[in-house]
């Protein structure tokens, strides 16, 4: 028995995300070296959200076979 489609599970995380959690808006603070122990973790300031777009690998180029087939054998 198969299942519904709307039943299936939908990749809800896979996309980009435009907004941080506090946890992950902290740890890019501490990455970045602006986060000192024993602040508060509220009012925190604007940690901006890099989107990560992956470029197609480009394929390499063979040798090239000679289009007129009259010429090659010449």
Known sequence: MSIDKSLRRKRGSASNRSVLT???????LKESEKWTEGRSPFGLPKVRVQKISLKKAKKEKTEEEPKDKKA???
Not at 22 to 28: L, N, P, S, T
């Open 72 to 74: 090659a054998k010449k």
């Open 22 to 28: 506090r946890a992950e808006r902290i740890q890019k």
